[in-house]
């Protein structure tokens, strides 16, 4: 049996480094190429979904004044519900047919959504309910991201699998780089932009992304359909099957007799790990726009340029993260670079826990006297004013008596959460496909996508209703009570 030849561990992500002729080096050429595709899909997935979620917020308030901060957990948790809803679907699509019918349809559903999403401006009433609809199709086309990831790790050989998956995750934060980058970016457009009459569209700061993130779509698209190809190795790299559908009914029986040896105990458990790992990521991705919006008295552009470059750093942090857990993985296993990890994130949500005796600008509103009011407490008054006000909303009551997070607690916060949860996503789904072996893994991907999934419909809602009611204390120190029970039954 040749040896393979071209392993992403040895060679750039972009390269074919198999130059002979003999049809195994094609295959293997064909095969990293088709991975990289997927490398691709990935990026551009996380470029569609990181685009717009800085915005969100400032957006839902724009288009609809009903609009609190508890209607925006159910806004953030409705792409995550459609994403968990459609991976079983997808992975078990994949299982059974050529894994391109899956890709091309998600994608075409996630652009379709995406410019769905532009327009809820448009109708006279119920825009934020329109918005929640536009986020459940942009996460049902998120769906693919099982299919991507079981096509992976099927098509790779246990030695290639870590660093295979730390360079996906690679990609994956280069989109959630840019994506913010790109929001940041078009956030100058500003709230009016200009308006192309003809598709009755108002280009501006919030829609341009979203418009951007279909046109991505239709790049994926291309890319799947004339440049991926199927292919199937074992645990030790050798060639179980390039797949083209119309192969014989046979060609399943190989992975059968692995899936009755797959572990389920351990599936289940990493299910829930998995699950917890994202749930608190979601916390922390919800609450970051409203929660700098009310300590900062950030405008709404504002919140989205400066959340948007903090995105972006994080996500340069989080390429050098993968690079350091691909080693350290090799040296001392993926299960203490996954605790470590837990440990770090717990000192990110630690740090940012509520301290001292300054505390947050309110913003007041039907306030006769607000001369008086901003005199007697320095707080930003809304009412007979057409600047933006700013501040904590004083129908939040612990705005009154919960201390103010400052900004280097929220930037050093950002800092640690942007070391440990790469690290503990990457070693989730590398042990996650370890346990599975060489059997087709798109349900089994479909499963761990649709908890993580769960995790993020569950974590918006979460977050901004304990936020909303009890405050950042409250909220945050539960998050570091579960972080301390995973960690000790992880011990």
């Not at 998956?165 to 690679?170: E, V």
């Not at 993580?452 to 009611?469: D, K, M, N, W």
Request: aromatic letters at 12%; proline letters at 4%.
């Amino acid at each position: 049996m040749p040896q393979l030849v071209d392993s992403d561990e040895a060679t750039p992500l972009l390269r074919d480094d198999a130059r002979s002729d003999h049809p195994q080096n094609e295959d293997d050429r064909s095969r990293w190429r088709s991975i990289r595709v997927m490398y691709f899909t990935m990026f551009l997935s996380s470029v569609g979904f990181t685009i717009v979620i800085t915005s969100i917020w400032p957006y839902l308030q724009k288009i609809d004044e009903s609009a609190d901060a508890s209607f925006l957990g159910w806004v953030v948790a409705a792409y995550s519900l459609g994403q968990m809803v459609a991976s079983p679907i997808f992975g078990l699509w994949s299982n059974k047919r050529p894994r391109r019918e899956p890709l091309v349809c998600s994608i075409f559903i996630n652009l379709a959504a995406n410019i769905y999403y532009a327009y809820v401006y448009l109708p006279k009433t119920n825009n934020k309910y329109h918005m929640l609809i536009s986020r459940v199709f942009v996460g049902f086309g998120a769906g693919n991201v099982a299919v991507v990831r079981s096509y992976v790790a099927g098509a790779t050989s246990l030695k290639e699998r870590t660093g295979a998956m730390a360079n996906m995750s690679a990609c994956q934060a280069l989109g959630f780089i840019l994506g913010p980058a790109l929001q940041a970016g078009l956030s100058f457009i500003g709230e009016q932009g200009v308006t192309v009459k003809f598709i009755q569209l108002q280009l501006n700061m919030y829609t341009a992304p979203a418009i951007l993130a279909a046109a991505f779509g239709l790049i994926n698209i291309l890319l799947v359909v004339l440049v991926l190809r199927e292919h199937h190795i074992d645990d030790n790299g050798r060639l179980i099957r390039s797949i083209n559908y119309t192969s014989d009914a046979d060609s399943f029986d190989a992975s059968e007799e692995a899936e009755e040896s797959i572990d389920h105990a351990a599936v289940l458990t990493s299910n829930v790990l998995f699950f917890i790992v994202m749930f608190i990521f979601a916390v922390f991705e919800t609450i970051a726009t409203p929660l700098s919006m009310d300590m900062f008295a950030w405008t709404r552009k504002e919140a989205v340029l400066y959340n948007g470059i903090i995105i972006c750093c994080i996500g340069f942090e989080s390429i050098l993260v993968f690079l350091v857990v691909k080693v350290a993985s090799k040296r001392f296993g993926d299960r203490p670079v996954l605790l470590v990890g837990l440990a770090i994130i717990f000192c990110g949500f630690f740090i940012l826990l509520p301290w001292g005796n300054h505390y947050p600008k309110i913003q007041w509103a039907d306030v006769k006297n607000n001369s008086l009011v901003s005199h007697l407490t320095g707080a930003t008054t809304a009412s007979n004013s057409s600047v933006e006000p700013t501040g904590c909303p004083y129908e939040q009551t612990w705005c009154q008596y919960t201390p103010a997070i400052h900004l280097a607690q929220y930037i050093s916060s950002d800092i640690l959460i942007g070391i440990g949860y790469p690290a503990c996503n990457v070693m989730s789904y590398t042990l996650y496909s370890k346990i599975l072996g060489p059997t087709p893994q798109g349900v089994y991907m479909g499963w761990l996508t649709a908890s993580g999934s769960g995790a993020r419909t569950l974590g918006p809602v979460f977050v901004s209703q304990v936020y909303t009611i009890l405050g950042p204390r409250w909220a945050f120190s539960l998050i570091c009570e579960i972080l301390i029970e995973v960690r000790l039954s992880g011990s």
